[in-house]
């Protein structure tokens, strides 16, 4: 059975940095592409970030280029996603998932920015 659970989230100012991280279990992490997807207020869930199961292939919405980064620690089952130059925009509740729909997602994250 597939668990993830995400943390690291939180309320920043608009500028600031987050690292959200996602422990997985019940599943062969380090053979599974893993991505990170988010859902804003109001809004239908979206997908943020990718990378692949070695870690050398990943891939990022226009909106997060640049910003964030998405890294994995397969030894630790644990996948990363380092958020720079936070926007108000970014506001809403982060999952990490094993497709880009979000798929077997946990609880979630929230992470507020905001002045």
């Known amino acids: 059975e597939v668990q993830l659970v995400e943390s690291g989230g939180g309320l920043v100012q608009p500028g600031g940095s987050l690292r959200l991280s996602c422990t997985a279990s019940?599943?062969?992490?380090?053979?599974?592409?893993m991505c990170w997807v988010r859902q804003a207020p109001g809004k239908g869930l979206e997908w943020v970030a990718c990378?692949?199961?070695?870690?050398?292939?990943?891939d990022y919405r226009d909106f997060v280029k640049g910003r964030f980064t998405i890294t994995r620690e397969n030894a630790k089952n644990t996948l990363y996603l380092q958020m720079n130059s936070l926007k108000t925009d970014d506001t809403g509740v982060y999952f990490c998932?094993?497709?880009?729909?979000?798929?077997?997602r946990g609880q979630g994250t929230q992470v507020t920015v905001s002045s």
């Open positions: 990378i692949g199961s070695s870690g050398a292939w990943t």
């Open positions: 019940g599943f062969a992490f380090g053979r599974t592409l």
């Open positions: 998932g094993t497709d880009g729909r979000g798929s077997g």
